[in-house]
């Protein structure tokens, strides 16, 4: 879809994707038309002192999407660090029994995409976890 709207018809404007809220926006357009129910930023239960919201959750089908987008500040090792703290938080969350990790990564700043999603795509405490990296 990125790159589909970079070029778009008669010369229009370019829908560009510069941060999360813009992978976010875009994701949650998608997700209300396939979804009666789509519940953006619900508050997880607290874990190691904080608590903090889940991007979407999708309460009938019981899963909950968190997103990330890569940069040179972001790159494996960190947003590795963060999906697991993630994971952690919405283990405990009665709506989540499916976690979908989406990282978008459109100047190849992640070093090993495959690894990241190999690492951590797998059932963590009966909440089935899938990381899907999207490099461009």
């Known amino acids: 879809m990125a790159k589909v709207l970079k070029h778009r018809h008669n010369q229009r404007a ?15 357009a998608v997700l209300r038309g396939l979804f ?5 930023e619900e ?7 904080g608590a903090s919201r889940m991007d979407f959750l999708l309460k009938t089908e019981k899963i909950v999407i968190e997103t ?5 500040l972001l790159r494996d ?9 993630d994971i952690k938080r919405y283990q405990s969350h009665p709506d989540c029994s499916r976690l979908i990790c989406f990282v978008y990564d459109p100047h190849g700043n992640l070093k090993n995409p495959s690894g990241l999603e190999a690492d951590l795509t797998r059932v963590h405490d009966k ?9 461009l």
């Open 43 to 49: 508050y997880t239960p607290s874990y190691a002192g």
């Open 36 to 40: 009666d129910d789509v519940r953006p």
């Open 77 to 85: 090792k960190q947003i590795g660090e963060q999906l697991i703290i």
């Open 127 to 135: 909440v089935q976890v899938d990381v899907i990296v999207l490099s």
């Open 68 to 72: 990330k987008i890569a940069s040179e």
């Open 14 to 28: 370019a829908f560009c994707i510069e941060d999360e809220y813009d992978v976010q926006d875009l994701l949650h």
